[in-house]
């Protein structure tokens, strides 16, 4: 069953108005053109109407839809017939994370990111896109591939955070995230990251050090979520809505901060609305950055990513 968000409904009521005459002209035979046109002019507008004044909250909903495309949609849609590569050679393969080689728009390319499941029982193998550390060591030692062979990096970020098991503790998850954005940070060849959907403390993070950050309109990047941010503060995961508020998550926010390099714009009402018109305008952003990016030697990527990070952050001189 669709997923139906609360305020998406009047959009969707219309859509279904629209869909209806279609199969009534078609049945009937009669010419309802003209009014399916006006039908479809008032959902595009009241589509840009929802999207223009969202809250932060409902974008983080957004963010979440199950509908949204995932890193393998986005692998189909842009490398064709790809390789999948499987493994951290230390005897595990974390199915939160993939990665693939193949051929974008004329440029081998190494794809990495997280994935989650449109199923329970995808959900569960997937562990929800949360990734223990086999993960981002399997998504570190496709980096350290990608570089060996010149290869320029795309990561599509989109997880709740990192799995904060026993287990992943025990397996050393934070060493394993600080040592992606160490290793990351040095890379010589072009890494361009892009957050698609949530974009969860750590656990982003690990695929998030790149010399393009680019994030989905409705995509969020938080250091936390909303819901574990009203734990905290009040005690109450009820307070998420105030948390994301507070929290400056949304990618607008992030532009702003200078979290995010551009906001790449989600057409026909949302990405879980447009998917493949999702994933053709991201492969355009992704695809002009790699022109800009791909001219450069070594040392001067890893300077512009070393600057870009470092010039995160603002501060007051009190004297």
Same mark, same amino acid.
């Given at each position: 069953?669709?997923?139906?968000?609360?305020?998406?409904?009047?959009?969707?009521?219309?859509?279904? %108005?629209?869909?209806?005459?279609?199969?009534?002209?078609?049945?009937?035979?009669?010419?309802?053109?003209?009014?399916?046109?006006?039908?479809?002019?008032?959902?595009?507008?009241?589509?840009?109407?929802?999207?223009?004044?969202?809250?932060?909250?409902?974008?983080?909903?957004?963010?979440?839809? *199950?509908?949204?495309?995932?890193?393998?949609?986005?692998?189909?849609?842009?490398?064709?017939?790809?390789?999948?590569?499987?493994?951290?050679?230390?005897? +595990?393969?974390?199915?939160?994370?993939?990665?693939?080689?193949?051929?974008?728009?004329?440029?081998?390319?190494?794809?990495?990111?997280?994935?989650? $499941? %449109?199923?329970?029982?995808?959900?569960?193998?997937?562990? +929800?896109?949360?990734?223990?550390?086999?993960?981002?060591?399997?998504?570190?030692?496709?980096? %350290?591939?990608?570089?060996? +062979?010149?290869?320029?990096?795309?990561?599509?970020?989109?997880?709740?955070?990192?799995?904060?098991?026993?287990?992943?503790?025990?397996?050393?998850?934070?060493?394993?995230?600080?040592?992606?954005?160490?290793?990351?940070?040095?890379?010589?060849? *072009?890494?361009?990251?892009?957050?698609?959907?949530?974009?969860?403390?750590?656990?982003?993070?690990?695929?998030?050090?790149?010399?393009?950050?680019?994030?989905?309109?409705?995509?969020?990047?938080?250091?936390?979520? *909303?819901? $574990?941010?009203?734990?905290?503060?009040?005690?109450? %995961?009820?307070?998420?809505?105030?948390?994301?508020?507070?929290?400056?998550?949304?990618?607008?926010?992030?532009?702003?901060?200078?979290?995010?390099?551009?906001?790449?714009?989600?057409?026909?009402?949302?990405?879980?609305?447009?998917?493949?018109?999702?994933?053709?305008?991201?492969?355009?952003?992704?695809?002009?950055?790699?022109?800009?990016?791909?001219?450069?030697?070594?040392?001067?990527?890893?300077?512009?990513?070393?600057?870009? +990070?470092?010039?995160?952050?603002?501060?007051?001189?009190?004297?």
């Amino acid at each position: 069953m669709e997923l139906v968000l609360d305020f998406e409904r009047p959009l969707v009521e219309l859509r279904r %108005r629209i869909d209806g005459l279609r199969q009534a002209e078609a049945a009937q035979g009669i010419d309802l053109g003209a009014s399916i046109k006006e039908l479809e002019r008032q959902a595009d507008a009241l589509a840009r109407q929802i999207l223009a004044n969202l809250t932060p909250w409902q974008r983080t909903l957004l963010s979440r839809h *199950p509908s949204r495309p995932y890193t393998l949609d986005y692998a189909a849609q842009w490398l064709g017939e790809a390789v999948e590569l499987h493994g951290d050679r230390a005897g +595990f393969d974390d199915q939160a994370i993939v990665g693939l080689v193949g051929e974008f728009r004329g440029r081998s390319i190494m794809l990495i990111g997280h994935q989650k $499941g %449109r199923n329970t029982k995808e959900n569960v193998v997937r562990n +929800f896109g949360m990734a223990l550390p086999d993960g981002y060591r399997k998504a570190l030692r496709l980096m %350290r591939l990608a570089e060996r +062979f010149g290869l320029p990096i795309v990561t599509l970020i989109d997880t709740p955070g990192a799995y904060p098991g026993i287990d992943a503790e025990a397996r050393g998850q934070a060493e394993a995230i600080a040592r992606n954005i160490m290793e990351m940070a040095t890379l010589a060849v *072009p890494v361009v990251c892009c957050v698609i959907g949530e974009g969860g403390s750590g656990g982003a993070l690990a695929l998030g050090v790149g010399n393009r950050v680019f994030m989905l309109e409705n995509a969020t990047y938080s250091v936390i979520s *909303p819901e $574990g941010c009203a734990a905290i503060l009040w005690h109450d %995961r009820a307070e998420g809505p105030r948390a994301a508020e507070a929290l400056k998550l949304t990618a607008g926010d992030c532009l702003r901060l200078g979290v995010a390099d551009a906001l790449v714009d989600e057409p026909g009402g949302g990405a879980h609305r447009s998917p493949e018109g999702t994933i053709e305008a991201l492969g355009n952003a992704v695809a002009a950055a790699l022109d800009e990016l791909s001219p450069l030697d070594g040392a001067a990527l890893r300077a512009q990513r070393y600057a870009r +990070f470092r010039a995160l952050g603002a501060f007051e001189d009190r004297g």
